[in-house]
């Protein structure tokens, strides 16, 4: 999932391209309220597949640095006011590496070593998860824009930024990603980042407010709970990584977590799921990612989601969507 924010500025840049927003929020099942209410949650995979769909039905194919240019950190809600209020780059990278989950559990940033190896260089890297969702060059494009974007205004500029790294080819002519970085940006790299001397982390900000900063982190901490340190999170991927290729058993997933199955489902039911809603949630997941992202047959998008059948896989999908995985197919690619 991501918050609705992401999506800040979409409307009016669809109808000034001439397309109809809610069209494509209704073609990729993203409710309307995600354009008003921006604390809501959206499928991240739904949200990429939607900005890959407009840049290319609408002949843009900047939209996602277009996107960047009408957002800024504030989309971010509580988190923006824990990292504008740190004393450091280094400590809002820090803070916005430990709570990014609360926008996107699918997104993280970090600050590493720089991936060419050259010295007094490092990496603001930007990443997605791939087995949270597919990878989508427009949504690469709209949040490496935007982490630029932020940290030119904190930092008041980027004169240390050596090169943008992305790791897919150029969507748009090359001019084009050096004009909005103002800097040389490779492509085709093992992952999306900034490179930036080694000094720039250092680097001080003016609306450093360590009150305040506190009590953003306080709040963040006491309200939000790291999917990392749920138990729900842990079976989701152990099931994720084998459904498909063997049967799911609460048994086989309670070993490979060194627990017993009660411990597990008393876990679980803490957590106010259980085993069975989470096997369900990862098919919808894996079901949907092969129906909306790849021309497989039917059948085999059946078989790798786990499914006894096509039939099966029918009527799940009906249950989930209210409708058949061929007409989601054909929404998907716009021919309705």
Known sequence: ???????RGFTRLVEELGGDPGEFMGRFAI?????????GLVPITGHDLMLDAVARDLRCPDFGLRMAC????????????????????????????RFMFVHSPALSIGLEPDPRGCRGVVALTYR??????????????LGLGLFHRAAVALAGSLTGLRSVELPHRPLSPVSRYTGFFGAEVNFGCPGAAL???RRLPDGEFRSADATIRRLA???LAGHHTDPERLVSTHVRRALAGSVGTTPPAIGQVARLLAMHPRTLQRRLAAEST??????DDVRRDLALRYITTTGLPLGQVAAMAGFTGQ??????VRRWQGTTPSEIRRRVRGAL
């Open 128 to 141: 997605k998860d791939p087995r949270a969702s597919p990878y989508s060059p427009q949504a690469m494009e």
């Open 217 to 219: 982190v306080d709040y």
């Open 311 to 316: 039939s099966a896989l029918s009527h799940a």
């Open 1 to 7: 999932m991501i918050r609705g924010a992401s999506l």
């Open 274 to 279: 259980g085993f069975e809603e989470i096997l």
């Open 31 to 39: 409710p309307s309220e995600a354009l008003t209410s921006e604390d």
């Open 195 to 197: 490179r930036v001397e």
């Open 70 to 97: 009408a957002q800024d950190l504030s989309i971010l809600g509580r988190l923006a006011l824990a990292i504008q209020a740190s004393s450091t780059v280094a400590e809002a990278l820090e803070c916005a590496s």
